[in-house]
C-alpha cells in the first residue's frame, strides 16, 4: 500500500496526459489515478477482511455513503429507459465514486500507521504541476487542436498536463495555501520561497479569472483567522501586477474582460435548470447527463468541426455546477445528501480552524466550493484526492 501511495502521489501531476479511452465505450475515460485508488483501496479491504478488523467509518464517511446510495438508487430508476450502451459508461463512473469513497476510508486506516512529511509532499506536487504548465505555455502556448479531441481550445495560457486553464488553476491554488499555510509556520529557506513563486506565477498565467477568485477565498479564510489583513492586501496587489505586466499577445483567452464565458456558462445553467424542473424528484439517473444534453440538443451529435461532439467533449457529461448536477442526476434527496456531505466537512473544519491543519482545509475546502459554482470540480478524482490528503490529517470524531 506504501508503494500505490507513492505511484498516487507521482501520477498525479500528469493530470489527463496518461488516461485512456476504451474503445468499445468511447465515453469512458480510464485514469491511472482512479486505477492505483482502486488497488489502494482493494488491498486495505483484503487485509481488513484477513486480519478481521472492526469496520468503524471514519469521520464523513456516512454522509458519502448516504449520498452514493442514492446516486445508484437513481441510476437504477432509469436502468428500464437505458440501453446497456448508456447504461454501462454511467455505472462505470458510479463505480469510480465508490473507489475514491472507500479510497479516502482506506487512507484514513493508512495514515494512522504512517508518518510522512503530507504538506511537503502537497507542495512538491505543485511545483511539478506548475512546471509542467509552464513549459508547456514556453513551447506549445497555442493549444487550439485540442478542440478536436474533446477539449476547449486555448491560446496563450497555461492549461498543464490537466488541458484546462481552470481546474490548473484550481489545483495550483490549492497547493498555494499549502505553501502559505506553512509559510506562517516558521522561518522556509529561499527554496521554499522560489517553490511557492513558481506556482504563483504559473497560477496567473492561466489567465483562469475563476482561478484568481479561488485563490483570493482561500486566503482571504486564512489571512482573516491569522489576523493578518497586509498580508492579504499584499498577495492580491502581487497579482494584480503580475496581470498587468503579463504578455497578452492575442486570442480572448488572455482578455480578462471576456464576455463569452459567462454567456456560455449562463446557457449552461440554463440547460440544468431546465432538466431539474422536468426530473426534480429523483433525477434523471446518476451520470447519465452526456446522453439527457445529446438527447435535448444541448451538445449536437454532429457538427463539421467535431463529430459525434456529444461523446468527445469533456464538458458533456456534466454541468458547470456541482451542486445543480447532483440535483439534475440524483434528485432532490441526491442534493440534499450532497450538501449534508459537504456542510458537514465545512462545519468540522471551522471547529478546527484555529489549528493549522483545521485552517488549511477549511480554506480548501470553501475554495473548491465556490469554484463547483462554476465548473464541475467536485467530482474531478484529482480535487477529490488531494482533499482527501487534507482530510486525513483533521483528527474529527463522527
Not at 458519502?64 to 448508456?86: D, H
Not at 440538443?297 to 468527445?312: A, I, T, Y
Request: glycine fraction near 6%; proline fraction near 5%.
Amino acid at each position: 500500500m506504501k508503494v500505490i501511495f507513492f505511484l498516487i502521489l507521482l501520477v498525479f501531476p500528469l493530470g489527463q496526459l496518461l488516461r485512456w479511452q476504451l474503445p468499445f465505450l468511447p465515453e469512458v475515460r480510464l485514469q491511472p489515478l482512479d486505477f492505483l485508488a482502486f488497488l489502494f483501496a482493494g488491498l486495505w479491504f483484503i487485509k481488513k477482511v484477513c486480519r478481521k478488523e472492526k469496520w468503524v467509518p471514519p469521520a464523513f464517511f456516512k454522509p458519502m455513503a448516504v449520498f452514493g446510495l442514492v446516486a445508484a438508487f437513481s441510476l437504477l430508476l432509469k436502468l428500464p429507459q437505458l440501453p446497456l450502451k448508456e447504461f454501462l459508461p454511467a455505472s462505470f463512473y458510479l463505480l469510480r465514486l465508490w473507489i475514491w469513497f472507500f479510497f479516502y476510508w482506506a487512507l484514513v486506516d493508512f495514515s494512522a500507521k504512517q508518518s510522512f512529511p503530507l504538506t511537503k509532499y502537497l507542495i512538491l506536487e505543485g511545483v511539478a504541476m506548475a512546471l509542467l504548465a509552464l513549459t508547456q505555455y514556453l513551447l506549445l502556448p497555442d493549444t487550439r487542436f485540442l478542440l478536436y479531441l474533446g477539449w476547449d481550445d486555448h491560446l496563450f495560457r497555461a492549461i498543464g498536463s490537466f488541458l484546462d486553464p481552470a481546474f490548473t488553476g484550481l489545483l495550483l491554488a490549492l497547493a498555494f495555501f499549502v505553501w502559505i499555510t506553512e509559510l506562517l509556520r516558521r522561518k522556509q529557506p529561499p527554496t521554499f520561497w522560489l517553490a511557492g513563486g513558481i506556482i504563483f506565477l504559473v497560477l496567473a498565467l492561466t489567465f483562469s479569472r475563476l482561478s484568481y477568485l479561488v485563490l483570493l477565498v482561500g486566503l482571504g479564510i486564512i489571512f482573516w483567522q491569522k489576523k493578518r489583513k497586509f498580508a492579504y492586501l499584499f498577495f492580491g496587489g502581487l497579482l494584480v501586477t503580475l496581470l498587468w505586466f503579463l504578455p497578452k499577445p492575442q486570442g480572448e483567452g488572455v482578455n480578462l474582460f471576456r464576455l463569452s464565458s459567462l454567456v456560455a456558462r449562463s446557457e449552461n445553467y440554463r440547460q440544468v435548470w431546465q432538466v431539474i424542473r422536468e426530473h426534480w424528484l429523483f433525477g434523471v439517473g446518476f451520470n447519465t447527463y452526456r446522453y439527457v444534453q445529446r438527447d435535448a440538443g444541448f451538445v449536437q451529435p454532429n457538427r463539421w468541426l467535431v463529430p459525434d461532439l456529444w461523446q468527445k467533449s469533456n464538458a458533456a457529461a456534466g454541468a458547470d455546477n456541482s451542486f445543480l448536477f447532483v440535483w439534475a442526476t440524483t434528485g432532490i434527496f441526491g442534493f440534499l445528501a450532497y450538501l449534508w456531505w459537504w456542510g458537514k466537512i465545512v462545519a468540522e473544519s471551522w471547529k478546527a480552524r484555529k489549528t493549522r491543519v483545521g485552517l488549511l482545509v477549511l480554506a480548501s475546502v470553501m475554495a473548491v466550493i465556490v469554484s463547483s459554482l462554476a465548473v464541475n470540480s467536485l467530482f474531478y478524482p484529482w480535487v477529490l484526492a488531494w482533499l482527501w490528503l487534507l482530510l486525513i490529517s483533521l483528527k474529527v470524531e463522527n
